[in-house]
């Protein structure tokens, strides 16, 4: 299962950056495979595994914030491993093919 999920903190101000990282640090700590980009973190493992890491993080920013915005994204492939790197080079071999 890879998942892409954004956690949003509301009502503490502009600067989010560091209340996001508390949420990252989470995933992190977990040990799944993990990326973060600009708008979102993904995390790929087995439902139970990931849906649990990202209520850790939400837990994390609520921790320091009033509310929290989730969206989540998810495909769910069973027996698929690595989607992940997979999905990316698979793209980018389309694109060097050109």
């Given at each position: 299962?890879?998942?892409?999920?954004?956690?949003?903190p509301l009502g503490a101000g502009?600067?989010?950056?560091?209340?996001?990282?508390?949420?990252?640090?989470?995933?992190?700590?977990?040990?799944?495979?993990?990326?973060?980009?600009?708008?979102?973190t993904t995390i790929e493992g087995?439902?139970?595994?990931?849906?649990?890491?990202?209520?850790?993080?939400?837990?994390?920013?609520?921790?320091?914030?009033?509310?929290?915005?989730?969206v989540v994204k998810a495909d769910?492939?069973?027996?698929?491993?690595?989607?992940?790197?997979?999905?990316?080079?698979?793209?980018?071999?389309?694109?060097?093919?050109?």
């Amino acid at each position: 299962m890879l998942v892409a999920f954004s956690v949003t903190p509301l009502g503490a101000g502009e600067d989010v950056g560091e209340l996001v990282a508390e949420a990252v640090r989470v995933v992190r700590a977990s040990g799944l495979p993990n990326r973060t980009d600009a708008m979102f973190t993904t995390i790929e493992g087995e439902w139970d595994e990931v849906m649990a890491v990202i209520k850790r993080a939400v837990d994390a920013v609520a921790e320091r914030s009033p509310r929290v915005s989730l969206v989540v994204k998810a495909d769910i492939r069973p027996g698929v491993t690595d989607a992940m790197t997979s999905k990316v080079e698979t793209v980018e071999r389309y694109l060097s093919d050109g």
